[in-house]
């Protein structure tokens, strides 16, 4: 690195080096999709060396950085200002720089490490210093339901607010652990790093896969490698799928996992036969845990009919639910409109509203 160049480059820019500020050669970020750096940091990007690559700077920059952010560019002992929406590809050259200031405060995942770090220090938060890995657990379901529910909702600021809420819930979590020794949020990190590289080998290395049923085959293969490389010959394929799951969830990641090593229908007609097949049984059960276990088998049937047909059962239920909801919460209101109470309100008036909430789109 020529910090000569570095020097020059803020002379020219008629600024004071920042305290503190990350220093890269282009050429090693060829290859990067997302900057490799925490955003609220400054950077100066040196030898911008061909087109091909200041093209791809823009393009990296703008996964993080909003399009009219600021940057300054220096080339040939000039220095003009620039929006990382508006860099052009023509900018580059083996002496041409560029400065990218911070993008604001706590906009690094370092950063907010940092101020959960803070809330357990002994001048942080004295809930947040009481808490325990068992005390969160109903506050990290809670905020895994809360971020499914703003994912069904399609709202995308809720989404962005509830994903903080349980970014929170997994960083609070490690950082417990690194106080207690157990282990910290960088060992996260780099765990479930070497687990996406080791699992992917036809995207990191060289393994040729045949679409996605080929990268699902390979993902158990490779899993079943691991469990005898950590001495866990014994466990079964459908052992790992969490027991606290939602039903729904659990049997069509059941069916997913037994499908992955050959054991479904061949053909769709099989799935709908079984069907047929447990809705019959329901109709000719005996007593009341025969007809509760015919009801389970039939649901069983019907997540694997949605799981052939690529459908979430899960999330279809759920906005099912949802949609009940609206249409009855309608039929109460109509009741309210008319003077009278919903339990008097004849099944052929229910319906009428019903129906008036389905033309409404509800």
Same mark, same amino acid.
């Given at each position: ?17 920042? =305290? ?10 060829s290859a990067a999709h &997302? ?13 911008? %060396? ?7 700077? #823009? ?17 040939k002992g000039n220095m003009?200002?620039?929006? &990382? *929406? ?6 580059? *050259? ?9 993008? *604001? ?7 907010? @490490?940092?101020?959960? @770090? ?16 068992? =005390?969160?657990? #109903?506050? !990290? ?13 399609g709202d995308f600021t ?18 417990? @652990?690194?106080?207690?020794? $157990? ?7 780099? *765990?479930?790093? %070497? ?10 290395? +060289?393994?040729? !896969? ?17 469990? #005898?490389?950590?001495? $866990? $010959?014994?466990?079964?394929?459908? +052992?790992? &799928? ?28 099989? &799935? ?24 389970? +088998? ?36 109509? @009741? ?22 389905? $033309?409404?789109?509800?």
């Amino acid at each position: 690195m020529d910090f000569s160049l570095v020097s020059q480059t803020f002379d020219k820019l008629r600024i004071t080096p920042p =305290s503190k500020l990350i220093l890269l050669e282009a050429q090693t970020l060829s290859a990067a999709h &997302v900057p490799p750096y925490p955003p609220d940091m400054p950077v100066l990007f040196t030898n911008i %060396s061909s087109q091909e690559l200041a093209w791809h700077l #823009k393009e990296m920059l703008l996964t993080t950085y909003p399009a009219e952010h600021v940057v300054h560019v220096v080339e040939k002992g000039n220095m003009k200002e620039e929006r &990382v *929406g508006g860099l052009s590809g023509e900018i580059f *050259g083996e002496e041409v720089c560029m400065y990218v200031p911070a993008l *604001g405060e706590g906009i690094s995942f370092e950063s907010f @490490a940092e101020i959960v @770090a803070h809330l357990r220090a002994p001048d942080g938060c004295p809930w947040d210093k009481e808490q325990t890995h068992e =005390s969160l657990r #109903k506050h !990290l379901l809670e905020e895994s339901y809360e971020a499914i529910s703003a994912i069904d909702s399609g709202d995308f600021t809720s989404m962005r607010e509830e994903f903080g809420d349980l970014l929170l819930q997994v960083v609070l979590q490690s950082q417990i @652990a690194n106080d207690e020794q $157990q282990f910290n949020v960088n060992q996260v990190i780099q *765990g479930i790093h %070497s687990k996406i590289v080791r699992r992917h080998p036809h995207v990191f290395g +060289d393994l040729k !896969l045949d679409g996605v049923d080929g990268v699902l085959a390979n993902w158990e293969k490779l899993k079943e490698a691991e469990r #005898k490389t950590n001495g $866990q $010959q014994e466990k079964g394929l459908l +052992d790992g &799928v969490p027991l606290a799951l939602p039903a729904l969830s659990q049997a069509q990641e059941y069916q997913d996992r037994a499908a992955r090593v050959g054991f479904d229908w061949p053909e769709i007609e099989g &799935v709908l036969d079984k069907i047929k097949e447990e809705i019959e049984e329901i109709k000719t059960a005996e007593t009341d845990f025969e007809l509760a276990s015919e009801i389970g +088998d039939l649901f069983f049937a019907i997540v694997n009919l949605a799981r052939w047909k690529k459908v979430d059962a899960e999330s279809v239920l759920r906005g099912t639910n949802m949609k009940f909801k609206k249409r009855f919460a309608y039929v109460e209101q109509g @009741a309210k409109r008319q003077g009278r109470n919903l339990s008097d309100l004849p099944l052929e008036d229910m319906d009428m509203l019903w129906n008036e909430a389905k $033309q409404r789109g509800l």
